[in-house]
């Protein structure tokens, strides 16, 4: 049976005050609405369709920039949620099931769409996501029997004060037959105090057509949606907390897992360790037996077994951290790769370089990569010990087993097994 997934992300998100879409602001470092095209492809929907706004172009480019094969309707005017399906007419022939998502709702998963997917098995034409709340957000009231039938969703704006005060509220997730979905759409009307075509009246039309509309519970933390600052901070940090639980189900030991930030795509192997205060940015793959100590900022890394890294290291985009390197306090390093056993304990910079096996960079060590205009590389092979204190100017390349004293600053290419100092030589004078 052909599923569709139709996420709905048109809406002004007004309340975000920003000037970016709110659908873009992030979670776990990447745009919220990645999260529901994920859901989309976990619950192998063969089709996926997004409805953006007219002049959504960071938007589209979002989307291009993932390469996934979607579907984008443009609804020009943000007239409500049932209006913003409609403006996807294709998908009534397209598709038999359809399951309409929120892009504001980042944190469902794809178990809870299952049950959903699986009301509707059991003869549901209609099936709506719920959950209960005891807050006073905006979120529209369910209706229900104790057999979950649901007869009606009322609007929060729309309500009055005994029914504010149910608990059961919308997530915005629904599945129907896209046929029956359309054909209930058409009848909606914008008679509310939005004056907006609301999805959530298709429920009560289709109870008076005689079709069966069943809820289902997910818990009130997952259905989460964003609508303004305060919602998003909230959701980073249910993010936060899931992705924790996810790390430490993995193998990883960290030791105090509420102080420790990770992105989307971070991946960590076993029997790694993550100390307090440790922020993962996008792009990180950190192998097994890692050790990375308080107080360490990593981004775009490949970091191989038994690396050890920090305390207050900061590793950048496209840097590869080999088996068994050590890069210690206030070091930071960039788009650099470092191959087994080589150390950079203290105090320095390597940007655009290769360090070669077992090579030594001692403390206050700086690659001079950038002239003001253009960056260029710095090779330096295997074997080698670079003294305290040196400026590597780049570019160079400097050979294997070679020695540079403390102090030097290198603008000329070394050979192998060279001695390099290229400092003023000391002059010591009596004092008058
Ligand atoms: C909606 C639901 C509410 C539910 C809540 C859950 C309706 C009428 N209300 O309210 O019952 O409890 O979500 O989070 O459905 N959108 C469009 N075009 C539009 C309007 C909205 O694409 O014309 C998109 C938005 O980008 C957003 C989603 O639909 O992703 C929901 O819109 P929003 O305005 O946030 O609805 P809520 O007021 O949160
Ligand atoms: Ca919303």
């Known amino acids: ?26 979670v776990g470092n990447i745009p919220m609405i990645y999260y529901s095209i994920n859901l989309a492809i976990k619950a192998k929907a063969k089709n996926i369709g997004i409805v953006i706004s007219k002049d959504a172009t960071e938007i589209k480019n979002f989307i291009k920039s993932l390469s996934i094969n979607i579907k984008l309707f443009v609804q020009s005017n943000q007239l409500g949620t049932g209006h913003a399906i409609l403006s996807a007419k294709e998908f009534e022939t397209k598709s038999e099931d359809l399951i309409i998502l929120y892009g504001d709702c980042p944190l469902i998963t794809v178990d ?5 997917i699986n009301t509707k098995k059991k003869g549901a034409d209609l099936s709506v996501l719920g959950f209960l709340s005891n807050n006073q957000k905006e979120y529209g009231r369910m209706v229900v029997d104790k057999n979950n039938n649901l007869s009606k969703i009322i609007e929060y704006k729309d309500a009055d004060k005994n029914e504010k005060n149910i608990k059961f509220c919308n997530s915005g997730v629904i599945i129907s037959k896209a046929k029956i979905l359309f054909s209930l759409l058409n009848q909606i009307s914008n008679n509310n105090s939005a004056e907006e075509f609301y999805l959530t009246d298709i429920v009560s039309l289709a109870n008076k057509q005689g079709l069966i509309v069943k809820s289902v519970y997910c ?43 990770f992105s989307y795509d971070t991946e960590i192997d076993q029997d790694s360790i993550v100390e307090p205060n440790v922020i993962f940015g996008p792009g990180v793959k950190i192998k097994k037996n890692v050790l990375i100590k308080s107080f360490s900022y990593l981004e775009g890394c490949q970091v191989d077994p038994n690396v050890v890294i920090g305390p207050f290291a900061r590793i950048r985009p496209q840097t590869v951290l080999e088996h068994g390197v050590k890069v210690g306090n206030f070091v930071e390093i960039k788009q650099s790769t470092l191959s087994q056993n080589v150390k950079v304990n203290h105090l320095s910079y390597v940007g655009d370089g290769k360090i070669g096996k077992n090579s030594n960079i001692g403390a206050g060590t ?56 290229g400092r003023a030589r000391q002059i010591n004078k009596r004092k008058k």
Do not use: W
Request: with cysteine; glycine share 6%.
């Open 112 to 116: 809870t769409i299952k049950k959903l």
């Open 219 to 261: 818990n009130e933390a997952e259905a989460q949606g964003v609508n303004n600052r305060q919602d998003l901070s909230e959701v980073e940090l249910e993010f936060q907390k899931n992705k924790r639980l996810e790390i430490l189900d993995n193998g990883v030991t960290l030791k105090d897992p509420s102080s420790v930030y």
């Open 366 to 421: 700086i690659f001079c990569n950038y002239d003001g205009n253009k960056k260029y590389n710095i090779n330096i092979s295997s074997n080698t010990f670079v003294g305290s204190n040196v400026s590597l100017v780049a570019p160079l390349e400097i050979g294997e087993s070679v020695t540079i004293g403390a102090g030097s600053t290198i603008t000329d290419d070394i050979s192998d097994k060279e001695l390099a100092i």
């Open 1 to 26: 049976m052909a599923l569709s997934v139709l996420i709905l992300a048109a809406g002004k998100g007004t309340r975000m005050n920003s000037n970016s879409p709110k659908v873009l602001h992030h």
